[in-house]
């Protein structure tokens, strides 16, 4: 069974900076995306950046600009830059994997997440 383990959560101020990993356990060359997912108390699970095996990675209009996404196939890990945080950014941050079965159904992977927490 694959396995997704964030690291580099933690408290924060506004204006600064954390750097958040995945650690994948299988080749990251298999998954057709990997991303990230923020969710906070009492709203939904919501999608914050993707890395696609093909195109450009997408953002969500809150963090376009401050986020960037990569994948380091060396390591087999997904990470996210994540700049000039705003408190509305504090939320637990969970890593994505996607890949396709051999019979072509979409095979998801999470991760158990990483709490983030933007406050002075």
């Known amino acids: 069974q694959v396995q997704l383990v964030e690291s580099g959560g933690g408290l924060v101020q506004p204006g600064g900076s954390l750097r958040l990993s995945c650690a994948v356990s299988?080749?990251?060359?298999?998954?057709?995306?990997l991303g990230w997912y923020r969710q906070v108390p009492g709203k939904q699970r919501e999608s914050v950046a993707s890395?696609?095996?093909?195109?450009?990675?997408k953002y969500s209009d809150s963090v376009q600009g401050r986020f960037t996404i990569s994948r380091d196939f060396g390591k087999d890990t997904v990470d996210l830059q994540m700049n000039n945080l705003k408190p509305e950014d504090t939320g637990v941050y969970y890593c994505?994997?996607?890949?396709?079965?051999?019979?072509?159904?979409?095979?998801?992977?999470w991760g158990q997440g990483t709490q983030v927490t933007v406050s002075s």
């Open positions: 994505y994997g996607e890949r396709m079965t051999p019979s072509g159904i979409k095979d998801p992977y």
């Open positions: 299988d080749s990251i060359f298999a998954f057709d995306v």
């Open positions: 890395s696609f095996r093909r195109g450009s990675p």
